[in-house]
Each structure stands twice: as structure tokens, then as C-alpha cells.
């Protein structure tokens, strides 16, 4: 049988993505804990983020503007951002709004909602245009030749400095 969650990402099952980029796709749960409970995963298929620190990072930066999505869009209190143990072995973040009247937050307690209501989230969600910032993936420049010369005529001038010092004592 397939991963569900790879099923999402390569996008053979149909699900309310809010969020995706080259690494990663946050969507809807359809079985929130909260009001506009996303799940961030990868789109490679890892058990446990400590196989790939890179996916981890990006996930996690996933998880991040998830965040900032729901707070603008929602506005609960605050967003909680967790990893937990979980039946589904493909690595994912759990992104949970919490408004007041969801103190305490049930892990194992799903919301009320319907079809309707998770669409027009969905909808709020994705409008809110925030984006991972652009990554400089140049080689930084080597420096000019002109101040590698510099550099070696101070270091010879410290070293005869040192020296005549050490004579004189
Ligand atoms: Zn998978």
C-alpha cells in the first residue's frame, strides 16, 4: 500500500495544500485538533527528520511560515509546532493553532468540522503570501589579489618586529 502522505505530495490523493515549494507541501488535517491544524511533511519519503538535516531544515522553515500563515489569516493565540510519535511513517510537522476556547489542546481529540469550513480555511490560509527567503547559493567571491598582498607583507613586517624584539632582549 502507498504512503498517504507520499500520496499527498505527489499529489494521487487530494488534499487542501496551503503551502508547497521544491521540498516540501503543508496542508490541511482533515482531523483537527484545531481550527486550521496543518501538517508540514516532506515530499521525499523519510521515516524520522533525523535521516536528512537539509529536509528537516526545510520542513521546519516549512512549519514557520505555516505559522505565520495561520496567525494572520486565523488569529488564534498562538501556533504550536511539534513533532509527536504517530501511526503514519512519513516524517511530518504538526502545526496547531490554539485559540482560547481549545486550552487545553487534545491531541487525541479531534474538532468538529465539515468539507465547507475546511475549504474556506484553506482558502484564508493560502492567501496570506509569505515565502521562504531566497537562499544565495553563490560561492562567496575569492578576495582580490591586491589585499592578499597586504596581508603578506603585514604578517613578514609582525614577524621581523618579533624578531628584532627578541634580539634586543
Ligand atoms: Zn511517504
Keep these: 500500500m502507498e504512503c498517504i502522505f507520499c500520496a499527498i505530495a505527489n499529489k494521487s490523493l487530494v ?10 507541501v503543508a496542508f490541511l488535517d482533515i482531523t483537527p485538533r484545531s481550527k486550521g491544524m496543518c501538517l508540514v ?17 526545510e520542513c521546519f522553515e516549512t512549519a514557520l511560515i505555516v505559522e505565520q500563515k495561520i496567525m494572520k489569516a486565523l488569529k488564534p493565540l498562538t501556533v504550536f509546532i511539534a513533532l509527536l510519535p504517530s501511526q503514519v511513517p512519513h516524517a511530518h510537522i504538526r502545526v496547531y493553532p490554539v485559540y482560547e476556547k481549545e486550552i487545553p489542546l487534545i ?13 474556506e480555511i484553506a482558502k484564508k490560509l493560502k492567501s496570506v503570501n509569505i515565502e521562504k527567503p531566497k537562499k544565495n547559493l553563490e560561492e562567496p567571491k575569492p578576495k582580490e589579489e591586491k589585499k592578499e598582498i597586504i596581508v603578506e607583507k603585514k604578517e613578514k613586517e609582525d614577524t621581523s618586529w618579533i624578531k628584532r624584539y627578541f634580539e634586543v632582549a
Excluded: G, V
Design 15 to 24: 488534499s487542501r495544500i496551503i503551502y508547497e515549494d521544491a521540498f516540501s
Design 41 to 57: 511533511i516532506p515530499k521525499k519519503h523519510i521515516e524520522d527528520f533525523n535521516q536528512d538535516m537539509e529536509i528537516a531544515k
Design 107 to 119: 491531541e487525541n481529540k479531534p474538532i468538529q468540522t465539515n468539507d465547507a469550513e475546511l475549504d
